[in-house]
């Protein structure tokens, strides 16, 4: 069964300053995929990152950096530049498989931006 | 990219009654999925919803509590049947795209059973 861990329930982070979430996870698939969402208060579900199992390179989205360490299994986002509009949830995903299996949720990180 | 709409956005609701949510894709999916997110907690899977064939439900949730409805590729719902006070939550439906790293959210529905 997959597993995921966040262990971080808050964090706390300056603006303009980068900020570290990890996450941890468990499964015996190698074929899986590893997902970084946003939740704002309003509650929508933002998709910020993805990470292939077999992808060679780290992925990247502007601010966002995902630090894959397949060995370790971690998969942490990396925000630089912190903007008092990231402060929201933040939940670590993954999908093992095919893309119509479900995906299961790390249990979150509330990201606080210091002005 | 797929838009899903779900209906009602919120509700407040007596214990003992039942509500019924409505997931619509604007494409063809063959999955669907439906998660709980109980007040401050993380997203859980209830079951997940293949057209033509029943649910198949978590550990945890049963058909009778939570019964599911596809009858479509496009359409998908969910009841909370006799409701208690531990049912409020937010209810959001899901479905992958068509590329593996592509999975997409409804808005969610806000539950609050009194």
């Known amino acids: 069964a997959q597993k995921i861990t966040q262990t971080q329930p808050g964090m706390f982070v300056q603006e303009k300053e980068a900020v570290t979430l990890d996450c941890t996870y468990d499964?015996?698939?190698?074929?899986?995929?590893l997902f970084w969402y946003k939740q704002p208060s309003s509650g929508e579900m933002i998709f910020l990152i993805y990470?292939?199992?077999?992808?060679?390179q780290n992925a990247t989205e502007g601010r966002y950096s995902l630090n894959f360490q397949k060995a370790r299994k971690s998969a942490n986002l990396v925000i630089s530049a912190s903007q008092l509009g990231d402060s929201a949830m933040y939940f670590c995903a993954m999908r093992e498989g095919g893309n119509n299996n479900d995906m299961r949720f790390g249990a979150g990180t509330r990201l606080t931006v210091k002005p | 990219s797929a838009v899903i709409s779900q209906k009602p956005s919120r509700d407040i609701c007596q214990r003992g009654t039942s509500l019924t949510i409505q997931c619509q894709v604007d494409s063809q999916v063959t999955m669907m999925f439906w998660y709980r997110q109980q007040p401050g907690q993380s997203l859980t899977l209830i079951a997940t919803a293949n057209q033509g064939s029943e649910a198949t439900y978590e550990s945890g949730f049963v058909i009778d509590k939570f019964p599911i409805s596809r009858p479509n590729l496009t359409f998908s719902t969910l009841t909370v049947s006799n409701m208690s006070p531990e049912d409020s939550s937010i209810y959001l439906c899901?479905?992958?795209?068509?590329?593996?790293?592509?999975?997409?959210f409804g808005p969610g529905t806000r539950l609050t059973v009194t």
């Open positions: 990470q292939g199992s077999y992808d060679q």
């Open positions: 499964t015996s698939d190698p074929s899986y995929g």
């Open positions: 899901s479905v992958p795209g068509s590329r593996y790293y592509e999975q997409y």
